[in-house]
Each structure stands twice: as C-alpha cells, then as structure tokens.
C-alpha cells in the first residue's frame, strides 16, 4: 500500500493555493471557495480514504446568444466552511459505522 499524502497535498497545488487548511477532520482537510463564488469544496484525507464534498452554482445558458443568463441573485457563501465541515463529519462518522 501506497501513501496517498504526497498526491494529495500535490493535486491541491493544481488547483489553487488558497486552500485553507481545516483542523478536526481526518489527517489533513482543506477548504477551499471559487474566486468567483460560484462554488466551495472540503477535501480530507484520512488514512486511504480521500472525501470530497463540493458544492457549485448552476447556471441556466441560452443558447441561442451562445452565453449565460445573467442571474437576479448574487451567493452569499459566507460560513459555508462550517457546514461543509459538519456535513464531512457526519458523512465520515457513517462511512465508520458502515
């Protein structure tokens, strides 16, 4: 068996280097939001098991002008570090249970 630590610490600098490191979940966790917020992740590693949760703003598209359709409402992805954090957690604690 192959230590899975250095590919995943190595595939988080392919993404961006803003990840912020998340403490209390497996070995190693990192969060991480789309310069854009269109988006968030948590990604952990725990022993051979790397999890992700992701979460992305759908966009409708038209088309016929070949472009996407501006949207009314801005996301507000404030504290939503917390509530990945909780939702990794608990998903963990049931992948445990098994």
Known sequence: MTDPG??????LGD?????????GLGEV???DRDEN???AWI??????????ISLQRLQNWDGEKNEAVPQAK???LSGVDALLAQD?????????QG
């Open 37 to 39: 917020d269109l988006g």
């Open 15 to 23: 993404l961006r280097t803003e990840a912020e490191r998340v403490d």
């Open 29 to 31: 966790a990192y969060f």
């Open 88 to 96: 990794m957690k608990a998903l963990m604690a049931a992948l445990r």
């Open 74 to 76: 801005t996301i507000d």
């Open 6 to 11: 250095p590919e995943f610490e190595a595939r």
């Open 43 to 52: 990604r952990v590693l725990d022993g051979q098991v790397e999890i992700e």
